[in-house]
């Protein structure tokens, strides 16, 4: 025997499948102004103006390590070329002149505290901090002339300064790069490593036109700038993210599965 609905369920039927159509039409249309927003936000976001060189620059990884490494050769240059010429033109002997060297030790010896820095952490504060006070111990060589007990001392913590700031730097830029942004950050931190050296030459050149405690001064005002530019905390987020990570990323983002027809 056949069955027959009664013609009042259908009728409640109807009302039901109606109801579930509108809420698919709508499901579809909330998604189709969600993609018409998504593509309208893409296109301001490709139409706006590229950010300020500067503002880049400061957050390029590679342009802080040229300025540090920069900073890093920089005392040395001072050590070797400021000083000897300086005492020499004043008439000291080239025995004590000679005998200055022996303090340049510090750099070789650095190993011994170099620990501590690293235990410590906040390389930049170390990099700040000692760059400020080799430009005061500068200062104190503009203030006053003539060679003796005080000129080993300040030459000694000079070079006790330099050898810290060495360490923080090095110890900042293990940290701030990755493991495929090492070969290019060495050339960059060489050459910049000279580029430091001969600018103390530059200092050098212009003793002739400034005088000795001209070029001290302007030597300090050299380690001043390298202690106020502090490198940027955002610098290691700035780099551009690595295909593994960009899709790590990409896989976290939530997919929109297809309506039902």
Same mark, same amino acid.
């Not at 893409?42 to 503002?55: D, L, N, Q, Y």
């Not at 005998?99 to 820095?117: D, E, N, R």
């Not at 410590?120 to 003539?146: D, I, K, Q």
């Given at each position: 025997?056949?069955?027959?609905? /009664?013609?009042?369920?259908?009728?409640?039927?109807?009302?039901?499948?109606?109801?579930?159509?509108?809420?698919? %039409?709508?499901?579809?249309?909330?998604?189709?102004?969600?993609?018409?927003? +998504?593509?309208?936000?893409?296109?301001?976001?490709?139409? +706006?103006?590229?950010? +300020? /060189?500067?503002?880049?620059?400061?957050?390029?990884?590679?342009?802080?390590?040229?300025?540090?490494?920069?900073?890093?050769?920089?005392?040395?240059?001072?050590?070797?070329?400021?000083?000897?010429?300086?005492?020499?033109?004043?008439?000291?002997?080239?025995?004590?002149?000679?005998?200055? &060297?022996?303090?340049?030790?510090?750099?070789?010896?650095?190993?011994?505290?170099? /620990?501590? %820095?690293?235990?410590?952490?906040?390389?930049?504060?170390?990099?700040?901090?000692?760059?400020?006070?080799?430009?005061?111990?500068?200062?104190?060589?503009?203030?006053?002339?003539?060679?003796?007990?005080? %000129?080993?001392?300040?030459?000694?913590?000079?070079?006790? @300064?330099?050898?810290?700031?060495?360490?923080?730097?090095?110890?900042?830029?293990?940290?701030?790069?990755?493991?495929?942004?090492?070969? @290019?950050?060495?050339?960059?931190?060489?050459?910049?490593?000279?580029?430091?050296?001969?600018?103390?030459?530059?200092? @050098?050149?212009? =003793?002739?036109?400034?005088?000795?405690?001209?070029?001290?001064?302007?030597?300090?005002?050299?380690?001043? +700038?390298?202690?106020?530019?502090?490198? =940027?905390?955002?610098? &290691?987020?700035?780099? =551009?993210? =690595?295909?593994?990570?960009?899709?790590?990323?990409?896989?976290?983002?939530?997919?929109?599965?297809?309506? /039902?027809?």
């Amino acid at each position: 025997l056949r069955v027959r609905r /009664p013609r009042d369920a259908r009728r409640l039927a109807a009302p039901q499948h109606v109801a579930r159509g509108e809420q698919q %039409v709508e499901a579809v249309e909330r998604c189709r102004h969600a993609d018409e927003a +998504a593509e309208r936000a893409e296109e301001v976001t490709a139409s +706006a103006p590229p950010a +300020a /060189p500067r503002a880049s620059l400061l957050r390029s990884k590679f342009f802080w390590v040229a300025f540090l490494y920069f900073s890093e050769g920089f005392p040395l240059g001072v050590f070797y070329e400021l000083f000897p010429v300086d005492f020499r033109q004043q008439g000291v002997d080239l025995r004590s002149i000679g005998m200055l &060297s022996l303090l340049g030790l510090a750099w070789t010896l650095k190993f011994l505290w170099a /620990p501590a %820095v690293d235990h410590y952490r906040h390389h930049r504060v170390w990099m700040a901090a000692v760059n400020l006070a080799m430009g005061g111990v500068l200062l104190f060589f503009a203030a006053l002339a003539g060679f003796g007990p005080w %000129v080993w001392a300040a030459i000694g913590v000079f070079t006790v @300064l330099s050898a810290t700031n060495d360490i923080a730097i090095d110890g900042y830029t293990i940290e701030l790069l990755e493991r495929d942004e090492l070969g @290019l950050a060495n050339g960059v931190r060489i050459a910049f490593y000279r580029v430091g050296m001969l600018a103390s030459g530059f200092v @050098l050149v212009l =003793s002739d036109w400034i005088t000795w405690p001209g070029a001290f001064a302007c030597a300090a005002a050299i380690f001043a +700038a390298c202690g106020w530019q502090r490198p =940027s905390s955002t610098a &290691s987020s700035a780099s =551009s993210i =690595s295909p593994t990570a960009a899709s790590r990323a990409a896989s976290k983002r939530p997919t929109r599965t297809a309506l /039902p027809p």
